[in-house]
């Protein structure tokens, strides 16, 4: 089974940037969609964006449209989560998924993704 694993969080100030990356451990991503999602303490887990298993489609929530992007390098097996003005209420643990099926259309809907990450922390200071 392949295994997201995520990389990139930190601490930054209001105003930052940060870049998440997700790599493929035991397999490849590369014939399915991906999402990232994230969980702030006390909260539930929230869609964050996603990306169609060809790069040709993206879906980012209202929240953060404007200041996230997703990306994929199916060469690199890897997913990116480009995250500029950041704001504190984006502070949460961010999670990598891997899409529950081949060629599966996008979802923000947690119950469409098979695999899950860690998880990496990230952090915006005001």
């Known amino acids: 089974q392949v295994q997201p694993l995520e990389s990139g969080g930190g601490l930054v100030q209001a105003g930052g940037s940060l870049r998440l990356s997700c790599a493929a451990s035991?397999?490849?991503?590369?014939?399915?969609?991906m999402g990232w999602f994230r969980q702030a303490p006390g909260k539930e887990r929230e869609f964050v964006a996603s990306i169609s298993w060809s790069g040709s489609a993206t879906w980012t929530t209202d929240s953060v449209k404007g200041r996230f992007t997703i990306s994929r390098d199916n060469a690199k097996n890897t997913v990116t989560l480009q995250m500029s003005s950041l704001k504190p209420e984006d502070t949460a643990v961010y999670y990598c998924?891997?899409?529950?099926?081949?060629?599966?259309?996008?979802?923000?809907?947690?119950?469409?993704?098979?695999?899950w990450g860690q998880g990496t922390q990230v952090t915006v200071s005001s």
């Open positions: 035991g397999g490849t991503f590369t014939p399915y969609a």
């Open positions: 998924a891997v899409g529950r099926e081949e060629y599966g259309g996008i979802t923000g809907t947690p119950g469409g993704y098979r695999y």
